[in-house]
């Protein structure tokens, strides 16, 4: 596979993530207080970008929730501070969601290594991008049998070739792609079946996507997984009921979910946490007045969907 990408040097420096920032070029001279109002003033732009993206992104979080329902999975991909930034969100999804750590997987250029060491030049190979979703077993089960997976492209310049090898093997196979990049009609998004394309500008340090495109990045991936939990029933209210009590300040927070869900006390909350062992179980033996198998057969006719097993 060629490199499916412009490289030529005027080719890049065309990019608004690589424009130089007018408000920042003599950040170097100014008092530190000074040169932090510069910066804050910089992120205040990330949030409207983001918003200009809500569609697309609405598009997106109902289109990988049809794909869970048919038992597909959500992978992320990409290069340096993107694929960090996507290993991110998806090893935070079990801990926060109680869902499998296959439901949600982070895929970074240069393997785990790269998480700590810069591997830059990881980035460069197309191939190497499909071989990576081809070894996580990418639209596969474990039998062997077709996934209806989604992959999200994560490129803050929506030109990594990495990022691109991938996407294109992806809708080889038929699944949903969608690309994330801070350049719109880049090449990222013109390879992907949703585009989201937030906008913030260009960077205080002329090119380093770890700042305002980064955080882009992060709140469009913040949006994408706690859109798809709420929407597949891991979160009541706003309340995340899934929550795993493991350590002592996650069974203080299940306890303190319980009293929100039923107006119990704390101690009738830990009781009911005690005997119930999840923080659904608890609720719907509260306020159904169910025993516990009555409850946990309750959960299991909704797929554990405590809104709608409470309705």
């Not at 930034?85 to 393997?111: H, K, N, W, Y």
């Not at 490129?155 to 969608?178: M, Q």
């Amino acid at each position: 596979m060629s490199n499916p990408t412009p490289s030529a040097p005027e080719a890049l420096a065309a990019l608004a993530t690589e424009a130089r920032n007018p408000a920042s070029e003599h950040i170097d001279t100014l008092p530190t207080l000074d040169m932090m109002r510069v910066i804050n003033d910089e992120d205040a732009r990330i949030a409207s970008a983001v918003q200009a993206e809500l569609p697309r992104i609405a598009a997106a979080v109902d289109a990988i929730v049809a794909r869970f329902a048919q038992g597909g999975r959500l992978f992320y991909i990409g290069a340096g501070t993107s694929g960090r930034l996507g290993v991110l969100d998806a090893s935070e999804c079990p801990p926060t969601f109680s869902v499998p750590r296959t439901l949600v997987q982070g895929i970074i250029a240069g393997g785990d290594t790269a998480l700590r060491t810069s591997a830059e030049a990881a980035e460069d190979s197309p191939e190497q991008g499909a071989s990576d979703l081809i070894a996580a077993n990418f639209g596969l089960s474990p039998a062997g049998d077709p996934l209806p997976d989604t992959l999200v492209g994560i490129a803050a310049s929506g030109r990594t070739p990495y990022v691109l090898g991938a996407l294109a093997h992806a809708r080889g196979l038929g699944a949903l792609t969608i690309g994330l990049s801070c350049v719109p009609a880049s090449p990222i998004a013109n390879a992907s079946d949703i585009a989201i394309s937030p906008t913030p500008g260009p960077e205080v340090l002329t090119g380093s996507t770890r700042m305002k495109a980064g955080t882009a990045t992060k709140l469009v991936l913040n949006m994408l997984s706690t859109g798809v939990m709420i929407k597949t029933g891991a979160v009541y209210g706003n309340l995340m009921v899934n929550v795993q009590p493991t350590n002592a300040k996650l069974v203080d927070r299940a306890q303190r979910i319980i009293m929100a869900a039923t107006g119990v006390d704390q101690p009738a909350a830990a009781a009911l946490l005690t005997e119930a062992e999840t923080v659904k179980t608890a609720i719907v033996m509260q306020k159904l007045g169910l025993d516990r198998a009555a409850a946990e057969d309750r959960l299991a006719q909704t797929n554990g969907n405590l809104t709608a097993t409470l309705r």
